[in-house]
């Protein structure tokens, strides 16, 4: 048995920088919707559980942020206002394409002695230009919103502020939930305060289920939006039942299942009427194609079609 979701709010303390967020959220919501915009909620990369209070150990989920953030600049791309809640320190929408010594590479070093001056090298102002324009343009025109998430029991908070935000929008509300978020923790009420000690014996770490968070969601935090989430799995004979079973169980309007060793090429869409996959091919991974590019235009399509049925 899961443990119930309002158990866990009353025995988890919010994150020390909540109440900035929460009042982000809601000017940003705020202000978009007075506009009559589309918003997505993406969340991205991994949550961590702790394993003592002052944690210097914690059990960390797989996801490096990637699908994420690609998909904010495409939704930004398809004329959507993003909230873009991530892990600390994954990747980001626009940096996420000069991570590591990318960027430094693209520099030039002119040393003429006080006068030293840096250029972007010829060949790379084709690659940064149009990253550059995108990005000065979404965050000139206060188009994303970038809160972050470090532990399971932080994501939780936040995905609560976020949704009762979104909840104005209506069916123009969107929430993409590509995080890879832990499924056991240990409540805060049995974690030691200390580092646990190496010396004796091995320590026995008691992890329990964490509630889903989905049934709150879709039932009443935002119970008009177009809610996708995404299911990952390793072995293959499982995917498709596995997103059935969270699509009948949770029902929302979309499971995106992938595997872990092929997420970067091929996904699946179930959707209440049908499945259908959607692949990249060779020649498209050879140009450079992100398969983010195609998710997100269906699942706009998919969004689009919900919006026209919908009163709110
Ligand atoms: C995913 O399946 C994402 O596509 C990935 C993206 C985490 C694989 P990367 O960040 O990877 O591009 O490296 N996310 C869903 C993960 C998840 O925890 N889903 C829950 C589950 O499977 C359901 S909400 O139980």
Known sequence: MSSHWEE???????????????????????RHN?????????TSGGTTVPLEHNTVRFVDNFSAGTRGA????????????????HRLKSLEPFTRHFNGQKFMDMLELHERGP?????????????????????????????????????????????????????????????????AVSDFYVPANQMPTHKIQSGGTAPNIQLQLVPKLLAP?????????????????TDESILI???????????????????????????????????YELVLSQQQVHNGMEIEEIIVSNVVANHNDYIKIQKY
Request: aromatic fraction near 12%; charge should be positive; glycine fraction near 2%.
């Open 217 to 233: 969601l879709v039932n009443l935090w935002v119970p008009h939006a177009f809610v996708v989430s995404f299911k990952l799995e």
């Open 8 to 30: 866990f709010y009353a025995t988890h303390l919010p994150p020390t920088d909540f109440e900035d967020n929460r009042k982000l959220l809601q000017e940003f919501c705020e």
């Open 70 to 85: 690609a998909s904010a600049e495409y939704y930004l791309e398809h004329g959507y206002v993003v909230i873009f809640m």
């Open 241 to 275: 039942t596995k997103c059935r079973e969270a699509l009948n169980k949770y029902k929302h309007k979309l499971v995106i299942g992938n595997m872990l060793q092929t997420r970067r090429t091929r996904v699946v869409f179930v959707t209440p009427e049908n499945n």
């Open 115 to 179: 006068n030293t001056t840096i250029t972007v090298k010829p060949d790379s102002v084709d690659v940064l230009a149009p990253i550059l324009a995108s990005y000065k343009a979404a965050q000139e025109n206060g188009r994303i919103l970038y809160v972050s998430f470090t532990t399971v029991s932080d994501y939780f908070w936040l995905l609560r502020a976020a949704s009762e935000s979104l909840a104005q929008f209506g069916s123009r509300a969107l929430l993409f939930l590509v995080a």
């Open 34 to 42: 007075r506009n009559n915009e589309r918003i997505v909620l993406i």
